[in-house]
Structures are given as structure tokens and as C-alpha cells.
């Protein structure tokens, strides 16, 4: 004998629904970011920018690259926001279509410099030794100023894999000497290091690019004023959050070492 279920059926499967996730509250820790300059409210530089960006006749490229994008000291940022005829690319290569969507299409093949030291393979050019007028012909081209920001070591990859571009249509030029046996000092010396340059004559992008345009420009002078001034302040912000360096136990072992040592010699001498 079977039993018969005498109960009514659902017409539907019931649907539970469960709770919505709620938004996460924000960290009231995290810190505010200007909307315009895009740096912490802290350190931001809006004060000191132009209300309009610096018109150039010199077009100024930069590969920035990857790793240096997220570093609190890079100054590529400010530069395209200081600079109207600004941009910047983040690679680790120079390529060609970076170039063509930044160049005009409908003027002659510009005439074109790249900022980076000599070195025994590929010398350069001081640009002040640079000839303007023939170099541009007479202002018929216009003028491209290509950087790379990258610590040392990067920059130096992103020049060498880039070298097979640029010599077709570029020239490489140095502001001065670069000696790899001189210890190079920080953005600005100051007795709190924001960031150590490897050797003398090293300097950050912006400052270069500042002393590149003061020869390239025609009010040169001001415009790198205008930039190093800048730069000024973007160190003295940034200072006020960092303590003063302190030298390593290892190195301070080396110091005291040596001292004892050039104390010896005296007493044998003496």
C-alpha cells in the first residue's frame, strides 16, 4: 500500500537571498591626493606650478620607465604638467610609434637630440656645442628633446636598446663631464639625502631637462628657472618627512678602522 502526499506542491523553488556586501568604509589613514598636481596634499606642489603650462618650441619626450613610474621622487610627473609640449611614454625601449603619435605628421622630419652621458662606444655631443640653426634649418624643423628617467642602470638599458632608433634621426648630446669615479651628491646637497645620484655630474630628469631648455630655447633662462624652481620646492616638502641619513654600522666599522689606523701612523711618524 502506498501513501499519497496530499500536500500542495510550490509552483516555484524558493530563492534565498543573501545580504549585499556593504562598501568598504574609507581608511581614514589614506592619504588625500591633490586632484590637480596628483602628489599627497602634504607635499603637493600646485602653489609653485604654473596657472598655464610653459609653451616650448622644443617638443620634450620621456621614457619613463616602468619601476620609476611609482616612485615618490620622480619628477616626470610635474614636468608634463609644467611643460604644454610635455609627454611622457613608460617602456623600457624606445619604439617608433611612440614617436609618430607625438611628432607632427605634416612637418618635416624633426631634427632630434637625446640626453645621455658619452660613453667609449657612443661619444656625445656638449649641447651647448650644438649648432641650432643648422641643426633645425633655420626653424623649418621643429625641435624634439628626448630624456630617459630611470635610476643609472635602467637608464643605461633603456639608451642601449634604444640606440638602433635613435641613430637614424637623433643626436646625442650631455650637459658636461660625468665622472663614474666621483661620488655624485643628492638632488640638491642637503644634509637630509633624498636621493643619492652614482656619480658627479649625475643630476635628476627634471633638473636636465631644465638645463637642456635654458640652450634650446630662446628665453631659456627662464623657463629653467621656473623648473629648477620647482624642483626647490618639491625637495624642501619632501624633506620635512624624511630624518636626517644615517651612515651604515658596516660603513661607520670602515671609518673608525681607518682612523685608528691613520692614528697609528702618526705615533709611528711622530
Known amino acids: 500500500m502506498q501513501c499519497i502526499d496530499t500536500e500542495p506542491k510550490p509552483e516555484y523553488e524558493a530563492t534565498f537571498h543573501l545580504p549585499l556586501p556593504t562598501a568598504a568604509a574609507p581608511d581614514p589613514h589614506r592619504r588625500s591626493i591633490c586632484s590637480n598636481c596628483h602628489r599627497p596634499n602634504t607635499v603637493c606642489l600646485c602653489h609653485v606650478l604654473p596657472i598655464e603650462p610653459i609653451e616650448t618650441k622644443t617638443k620634450v619626450f620621456i621614457l619613463h620607465h616602468p619601476h620609476e613610474t611609482h616612485h615618490k621622487l620622480s619628477t616626470t610627473p610635474i614636468l608634463t604638467k609644467t611643460l604644454l609640449h610635455a609627454t611622457a611614454v613608460t617602456g623600457r625601449r624606445l619604439r617608433r610609434v611612440d614617436l609618430s603619435s607625438f611628432i607632427d605628421r605634416h612637418s618635416p622630419k624633426p631634427a632630434a637630440v637625446y640626453l645621455f652621458p658619452p660613453s667609449p662606444s657612443s661619444p656625445a655631443v656638449n649641447i651647448s656645442d650644438v649648432n641650432l640653426t643648422e641643426l633645425t634649418e633655420n626653424g623649418e624643423r621643429e ?27 637623433a643626436i646625442r648630446v650631455c650637459l ?7 661620488s655624485g651628491g643628492s638632488i640638491y646637497d642637503s644634509e637630509l639625502i633624498l636621493r643619492k645620484e652614482p656619480f658627479s655630474g ?13 640652450v634650446l630655447e630662446p628665453n631659456g633662462f627662464e623657463i629653467e628657472t621656473k623648473l629648477i624652481g620647482i624642483l626647490r620646492e618639491m625637495v624642501r616638502l619632501q624633506a620635512g618627512f624624511l630624518k636626517p641619513a644615517k651612515p651604515r ?22
Open 143 to 169: 625641435l624634439v628633446l628626448i630624456a630617459f628617467d630611470g635610476t643609472w642602470k635602467h637608464a643605461r638599458e633603456m639608451v642601449k636598446a634604444s640606440e638602433e632608433i635613435l641613430s637614424d634621426f
Open 202 to 214: 649625475c643630476v635628476s630628469t627634471m633638473e636636465a631637462v631644465a638645463r637642456a631648455l635654458s
Open 249 to 270: 654600522p658596516k660603513l661607520l666599522k670602515k671609518v673608525k678602522a681607518k682612523e685608528k689606523m691613520e692614528k697609528d701612523n702618526c705615533s709611528l711618524n711622530a
Open 176 to 182: 658636461g663631464i660625468v665622472d663614474e669615479n666621483v
